[in-house]
């Protein structure tokens, strides 16, 4: 399939989707956001793909935002709507059942910074921006940012960047949790891409089996939460992938994964 805002590519079992609208420092329009359901939808019933490494074109933005002349003429009632459908965009990402790795080269403002708070590792570069800026337009963040930010660097910190609007720098982003790490521009994609095929060499069966848990410590009780693992943990035990993980291990050897 043919995009028409996206670059989608797939090498070795890891999918690149690339939201290309340089010229607008890659704004979600609702053609991007329409397209992005539709990747990720092939993505999660694609046996070829493992990963997922999503990120901007050019260098100055991840995704700057939301298309802001679409917002202008939003009411009550399609405002409700245009959230609801790019929540359900997001949540499709964050419940894909395979790894998705933002690969943050610039600005992440508004639905980008959202965007990338669905995914479930961000590498940033060093000239990347962070900020949920909706306060400065008399709106809040709406694909879910006020649910995701809180939960990922605490609730007092969410607060002060989502009421001030304000945009902190990579390095503050990895000091409070929004990034896992920081990297030069230039070595951005080839750190991201090292982490895919790392990611990928695993067993996938233990891959979804861990995302699944680690998705839902924030739904659950702790003690719920360690249901779900030990039942999550079994089901691994089952699978050929556990029975050539323990073998190479005590034959001293790399395991040989069949993802089964």
Same mark, same amino acid.
């Given at each position: 399939?043919?995009? $028409?805002?996206?670059?989608?590519?797939?090498?070795?079992?890891?999918?690149?989707?690339?939201? %290309?609208?340089?010229?607008?420092?890659?704004? @979600?329009?609702? $053609?991007?956001?329409?397209? /992005?359901?539709?990747?990720?939808?092939?993505? *999660?019933?694609?046996?070829?793909?493992?990963?997922?490494? /999503?990120?901007?074109?050019?260098?100055?933005?991840?995704?700057?935002?939301?298309?802001?002349?679409?917002?202008?003429?939003?009411?009550?009632?399609?405002?409700?709507?245009?959230? =609801?459908?790019? $929540?359900? &965009?997001?949540?499709?990402?964050?419940?894909?059942?395979?790894?998705?790795?933002?690969?943050? %080269?610039?600005?992440?403002?508004?639905?980008?910074?959202? /965007?990338?708070?669905?995914?479930?590792?961000?590498?940033?570069?060093?000239?990347?921006?962070?900020?949920?800026?909706?306060?400065?337009?008399?709106?809040?963040?709406?694909?879910?940012?006020?649910?995701?930010?809180?939960?990922?660097?605490?609730?007092?910190?969410?607060?002060?960047?989502?009421?001030?609007?304000?945009?902190?720098?990579?390095?503050?982003? @990895?000091?409070?949790?929004?990034?896992?790490?920081? &990297?030069?521009?230039?070595?951005?994609?080839?750190?991201?891409?090292?982490?895919?095929?790392?990611?990928?060499?695993?067993?996938?069966?233990?891959?979804?089996?861990?995302? *699944?848990?680690?998705?839902?410590?924030?739904?659950?009780? @702790?003690?719920?939460?360690? $249901? /779900?693992?030990? =039942?999550?943990?079994?089901?691994?035990?089952?699978?050929?992938?556990?029975?050539?993980?323990?073998?190479?291990?005590?034959?001293?050897?790399?395991?040989?994964?069949?993802?089964?």
């Amino acid at each position: 399939m043919s995009y $028409q805002t996206l670059l989608y590519s797939i090498n070795n079992r890891v999918a690149t989707v690339i939201v %290309n609208r340089p010229d607008k420092l890659n704004a @979600l329009n609702a $053609q991007a956001k329409s397209e /992005l359901k539709m990747v990720f939808s092939e993505i *999660k019933t694609d046996n070829a793909v493992d990963i997922v490494v /999503l990120t901007g074109a050019g260098e100055k933005a991840f995704v700057a935002g939301t298309d802001i002349k679409e917002l202008t003429v939003l009411n009550s009632e399609t405002g409700k709507e245009v959230s =609801s459908k790019g $929540q359900e &965009v997001f949540d499709l990402i964050e419940n894909l059942g395979k790894p998705v790795i933002a690969a943050v %080269n610039g600005y992440a403002l508004g639905g980008g910074c959202e /965007l990338a708070l669905a995914c479930h590792i961000r590498i940033a570069s060093a000239n990347a921006k962070f900020g949920q800026p909706e306060v400065n337009l008399g709106i809040i963040p709406g694909y879910g940012g006020t649910q995701r930010l809180a939960r990922l660097i605490g609730r007092g910190r969410a607060m002060e960047l989502i009421l001030t609007g304000a945009q902190i720098d990579a390095e503050e982003a @990895l000091r409070i949790g929004v990034v896992n790490k920081v &990297v030069p521009q230039p070595e951005l994609m080839a750190t991201v891409t090292k982490l895919a095929r790392l990611i990928a060499g695993k067993g996938q069966v233990a891959i979804r089996m861990a995302l *699944k848990a680690v998705n839902m410590t924030q739904e659950t009780t @702790l003690s719920d939460g360690q $249901q /779900l693992e030990a =039942s999550l943990f079994a089901i691994c035990c089952d699978t050929a992938d556990f029975k050539e993980g323990t073998t190479a291990f005590l034959e001293k050897r790399p395991p040989q994964f069949k993802n089964a």
